[in-house]
């Protein structure tokens, strides 16, 4: 079965401090790729997505199929992104998101 | 427009009663997907509905159900409730499938007791 791997629970940087949240797929083939949002008191929301190569709020995510992963990364925190973060991937459109446990990121002031 | 609704966004129940969940996609989206969010486990899929008609199940118990209505509005039900149960239920809508943009309601926290 497909599986998301976020090794880290919670990640705590310094405001200005580079970002990197990790993501790791079981996976064969060519799945797609998401990151998912949820901000403190608000909904789960897509904050990007692999196929469209887009930068949001200043995060970028590169897929590596070499090494299965999708890490998320920011090159300056703020304290606005504290919040936490879900990888997420389905096999093609019509099958169902496979999301990782999350991580929590701190950003502290 | 409007985001996704769900009712109640709370409830308690006992163990061996049952539960009504509703879902009321954004209007236009024909996909209707529910997950069960708890601490140990994260968000596991349930099922996903389109055009009334189950597309997707997720490895849950029989005593997980649910429906959608020709207005694409959902409900799932849990019956003969067990303390495991207790989790937030988030409800996901999109136009058609999982690679489009899922939009989240706010869940149902239910506690069974």
């Known amino acids: 079965a497909q599986r998301v791997t976020q090794p880290e629970k919670l990640l705590s940087v310094f405001k200005g401090a580079p970002v990197e949240l990790k993501c790791n797929y079981s996976?064969?083939?060519?799945?797609?790729l998401f990151w998912y949002v949820q901000y403190s008191r608000q909904r789960l929301q897509l904050l990007l997505r692999h196929i469209s190569r887009e930068s949001i709020k200043g995060f970028t995510a590169d897929l590596n199929k070499g090494e299965t992963s999708f890490h998320l990364k920011k090159p300056f925190a703020q304290e606005e992104d504290s919040a936490m973060y879900y990888c997420a991937l389905t096999l093609s459109g019509n099958t169902p998101l496979v999301f990782g446990k999350g991580t929590r990121l701190s950003v502290i002031a | 427009k409007a985001g996704v609704t769900q009712t109640p966004r709370y409830l308690i129940k006992t163990r061996g009663q049952q539960v009504t969940l509703s879902c009321s996609p954004i209007?236009?989206?024909?996909?209707v997907s529910w997950y069960q969010q708890t601490p140990g486990q994260g968000l596991q899929f349930l099922f996903e509905y389109f055009s009334e008609t189950q597309r997707n199940k997720g490895n849950f118990p029989g005593r997980f159900s649910g429906r959608q209505f020709s207005n694409s509005r959902s409900e799932m039900n849990v019956s003969t409730l067990e303390l495991g149960d207790s989790a937030l239920y988030l409800c996901?809508?999109?136009?058609?499938?999982?690679?489009?943009?899922?939009?989240f309601g706010p869940g149902t926290r239910l506690t069974v007791l």
């Open positions: 996901a809508s999109g136009r058609d499938g999982f690679g489009n943009e899922q939009f």
């Open positions: 996976y064969s083939g060519s799945p797609e």
């Open positions: 209007s236009g989206h024909r996909s």
